[in-house]
């Protein structure tokens, strides 16, 4: 098969590195790369051409491309370029938006949505949703620090002693543990909480104080994603972030509902409280924030704290990103892409949760 890699034009990372083009090409594929694709993660045309791509310009790798994987969707009029049966990869986050799953099934394509892939054990190394966000909360907190306007860890000096930064981590899943492990490395004093059980024991093991709320709803049936809470609860849990939050240096939420928009969990009365020069890092702002004042995709100060609204916070560590992106990439291929053909089936669990389009119709949820 022609494997097509393309430049992201809103993002530093690119879907398949050079490595794996040398894989993908050993294992019976072609691999077709846009010149400069892997510029900004800092992978070179050369290193692409010694894995043994083919070089060509963007409307070149489109016209050629069998499959295509990008990490977002392409702009709709690209799509008119690739072959009328090309197998479409990327993350078009249906169960959000559904605008852009229209848009890719208007064509006969067989679309895959990575964010689709399920939550199971055999599709743990396909999860780029993990991988990605494990990077966002470690960025997190190293952004973090960089705009706090204190130390991080406790010093104690000639010229008298600093106490450690106290740093809140809300929604204790893949990106929050990172927080919670890179926060505690640079030394300050971590707190977490999370509306799942499980969580208490992750975030302990990492040697940060678990923040309890008791009477949370923790669905074992929602496949490891948290779901909505009741009122009660929520306002159990407002009235305990008030206590915390106002004492953090550091706040970094991470809190995701699959399909909804993310909890409000910090209110702008919460920040009124919050100490002068603290920081708010808001990783679900593209998906409404968990900080009532988040913009996303901006930096803004309010009441005297800065905050910061990303969701791509792992498009800025863009080599790393690229290569486990590819990593995950790789595994998913190998789901239906065997010595170089295709052996699609669609009764297996994994193409057909993410498969959301094909035949010029949307399939996800059928
Ligand atoms: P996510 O990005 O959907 O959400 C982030 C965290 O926010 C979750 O831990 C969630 O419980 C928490 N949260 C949601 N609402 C909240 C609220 N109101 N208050 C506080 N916290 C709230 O989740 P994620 O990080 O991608 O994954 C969650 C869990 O799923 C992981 O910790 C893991 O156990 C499991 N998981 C399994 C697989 C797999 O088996 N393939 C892959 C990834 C994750």
Known sequence: MKIGIINEKTDHRVAIVPDLAKRLI???NEVIAEKGCGESALYSDED???AGAKLVDRSETLKSAEIICTIFPMEKEEYNLLPADAIVISSYQPYFSIGKTEEVATYKFTTFSLDMI??????QAMDVLSSMASIAGYKAVILAANHLPKYFPMMTTAAGSIPPAKVLVMGAGVAGLQAV?????????????DTRAAAKEEVESLGAKFVEVEGATDDKAAGGYAVEQTEEYKKRQSEKIVEVAVKADVIITTAQLRGKPAPTLITKEVVEQMKLGSVIVD?????????ELTEDQKTVVKHGVTIIGNSEL???VPNHASQLFSKNIH???????????????MENEILKSSCIASE???RYGK
């Open 48 to 50: 692409y051409q010694e």
């Open 331 to 345: 595994n998913f291929l190998k789901t239906f892409l065997k010595e170089g053909k295709l052996e699609i089936d």
């Open 181 to 193: 492990a890179t926060a505690k490395r640079l030394g300050s004093v971590v707190q977490a909480f």
């Open 118 to 123: 399920p939550r199971i054990t055999l599709a």
């Open 314 to 316: 792992s498009a800025d």
């Open 26 to 28: 050993n294992e019976g």
């Open 360 to 362: 010029g119709e949307i």
């Open 283 to 291: 990783l679900a702002s593209s998906t409404g924030g968990n900080c």
